[in-house]
């Protein structure tokens, strides 16, 4: 691996105590070439811009896949990454979709313990700070034909984040777009996945919500995610989230969140879940708790839902599921617990 070092390090100009999420990056970026059916030896470099002409084929066509990941700063002081295995095999399904070369183990895992192994005093030691990692695979040929690429560029980049939300949300229910079709590429974490999901969340944000709830593309019907988050309801005494299809992302915070609340012994339920069910439980208060799982937010509690014209408040108790099960993961993450399931990787 090539490695090379900025000559001055711009920590200094960050406000660790006014973190905006993604705003600010680390000194240093990983970069790696995919040509001629191999990968090239990635190389580390200082954080900079991306040298391309407007051909870029990532740019025309969407071939370009992400994922989102955190390092975290124990209470003993050493930083950990949070499964990052998981994220390796799930940026390779993405590509496999997106009809993209699979990043090698030893590119994505031994580079990024390399990256954040020089750039680990970037790691916040906080109870809501973190080191969000971004990699990313997009295809990087500079030529202008509607046929798949031949060079594909890997990169990894960092940004010390705060919250990505400053409290509880309301979400709107979507009955009119729709994020994933079955046969297409909503189980990816592909770009335009988001890119398409701007305008009805700006629509909703006009009408005072913060996010929307997906739904299935055939009748409206199913609730799906939340916004860029799978979603999780409390209904009753038990814990509900619909289950994974070729339209929801599998998220590796849910996955640790069912599997937290199994080993609590809660009644889980991985099912179907409708509108309608869910607008009845609101209404006769069985709804006791909502709120969405993913990387960026962990644990985002849902104060309201709306959907057409009327809208509900959801219970956000202090001392309820969403609240355990945020210090259930964070007591991992910083070390406070035994790491009972072997989530945590120290960098090197």
């Not at 879940?273 to 962990?298: C, P, Q, S």
């Amino acid at each position: 691996m090539k490695i090379t070092t900025v000559t001055k390090s711009k920590i200094d100009q960050i406000d660790f105590d006014n973190l905006p999420f993604g705003k600010y990056f680390t000194d240093h970026m990983l970069v790696c070439h995919h040509e001629n059916g191999a990968w090239s030896e990635p190389e580390i470099l200082p954080y900079g811009e991306l040298k391309s002409t407007y051909a870029l084929h990532a740019l025309h066509y969407g071939q370009a896949a992400f994922e989102g990941m955190k390092a975290y700063r124990n209470q003993s002081g050493e930083v950990q990454l949070f499964r990052p295995e998981k994220n390796w095999e799930r940026l390779n399904r993405s590509a496999e979709r997106l009809y993209m070369p699979e990043v090698p183990r030893e590119v994505f895992l031994d580079g990024l313990n390399k990256l954040i192994e020089l750039d680990a005093a970037w790691v916040p030691q906080d109870e809501v700070k973190s080191l969000y990692i971004r990699p990313f695979l997009f295809s990087s040929s500079e030529f202008i034909a509607a046929r798949p690429s031949e060079r594909y560029t890997f990169a990894i980049i960092c940004s010390p984040v705060g919250p990505y939300y400053a409290g509880a949300v309301k979400v709107k229910i979507e009955d009119t777009y729709t994020r994933a079709a079955s046969g297409g590429i909503g189980y990816t974490k592909a770009a335009g996945n988001y890119g398409g999901a701007f305008y009805p969340t700006a629509k909703a944000i006009q009408e005072g919500y913060n996010q929307v709830i997906w739904t299935d593309h055939a009748n409206h019907e199913l609730i799906e995610e939340s916004g860029t988050m799978n979603i999780m309801l409390r209904i009753g005494d038990k814990m509900i989230t619909p289950p994974l299809t070729d339209r929801i992302l599998a998220g590796i915070t849910r996955d640790s969140i069912l599997t937290l609340l199994r080993d609590w012994g809660a009644d889980v339920e991985e099912r179907p879940i409708t509108v309608t069910e869910v607008i009845a439980a609101a209404r006769n208060g069985e709804l006791m708790e909502a709120f969405g799982m993913g990387t960026a937010a962990v644990v985002s509690v849902i104060e309201q839902i709306g959907f057409k014209n009327e809208r509900f408040d959801i219970p956000t108790p202090t001392d309820g599921m969403a609240s355990k099960i945020r210090a259930g993961l964070n007591d991992i993450r910083l070390g406070r617990v035994e790491d009972r399931f072997n989530w945590m990787t120290k960098v090197k």
